[in-house]
């Protein structure tokens, strides 16, 4: 028949990535050492489809073992990361606040619902008791660094990752992990860092840590939990920096004595960003005057501005910021090349 599929012998061949797939037998001989050409260059895209393909959307209770406990991380696949033509994704590992889950994390920075978010692999590992190292109040002897470190290991592992564009953001005391992971070795894998309502107890001095990093922080001036400005009073977990303070602490590790300042003022928040060295806005800060302890959300409909919660003492109504578009054009910027150092 004209229109019948031409039969396929059992040494023919079709490539399941870009450019169509060519189809060959033993009478088109010659066509072997260009399909070889594209079986090696598409390589690692084979790689990922054949033995890393997953779901696409939010799983939870992954299991891994780290530092003698079983330890949960759950993992949002983008739509379309099992295509071929992709080969290796960013990944963001996002860490929740105090008392927090990987699903709340999952409704707070919504990574999932912004086109540029669904360019990454975003995973919420869980706290053990709902918090992580560094406050008074975490669970004692937990290492989380290394938590970090056997995480993304095991990600490389099962998922199609870009060792070259690894990131790190989270919310209050998981704002303040994040911190904690980019002043020690354990953070030198990644690109950059951003935090929302970063309780930071672990970097209260500019002594605390000598570190060059790209650094992004969003913090309300209402923030009731983590004060912007705590005066000497220590929060529920320790001593707390006055958050422009430690902001400058991070422009003076990073650049040291050549930074150089620039602040403009929309409607509703500040922004202080810091630039040296060709690292341009390297350390940015997002004053916002009348949220709280939240996560800024321009459309009220993430987890912090949940009507289930008390929004008069959260105060998390506030829409002047859009802070998960800033944190992914943010992460754009910087991969293991380009980042400070």
Partial sequence: EENAAPHRPWYSFACPVAHGGIIFDAKNWWLWYETLELVVLHLPSLFCYLAKSHRPGFSSNHKLESGGRTRLYAVNVPDNYNDCDQAEWPLIIDYHGNRGNPKQQWNNSLYYKYPQGQEYLVVYPQGVNGSWQGPTYAVAGVDDLQFTTDLVARLQEEYCIDTDRLYASGKSNGGGFVDTLACFDHGDQFAAFAMAAAALYTDTSKSSCTKKRAILESHGVADATIPYHPNGKPGAGGPLPDIVQWVSWWAHRTC?????????????????????????????????????????????????????????KRKCLDRSLDFTPVVLDFFSRWNSENKPR
């Avoid at 050549?258 to 810091?274: F, K, Q, V």
């Avoid at 940015?284 to 009220?300: E, K, M, T």
């Fill in 256 to 312: 040291g004595d050549l930074d150089s300042e620039s602040a403009r003022s929309p409607s509703g928040y500040n922004t202080t960003m810091y630039s040296c060295n060709g690292l341009k806005d390297v350390v940015q800060h997002y004053q916002v005057f009348d949220l709280g302890h939240c996560w800024p959300n321009s459309r009220s409909d993430n987890y912090d501005a949940s009507s289930a919660l008390d929004q008069t």
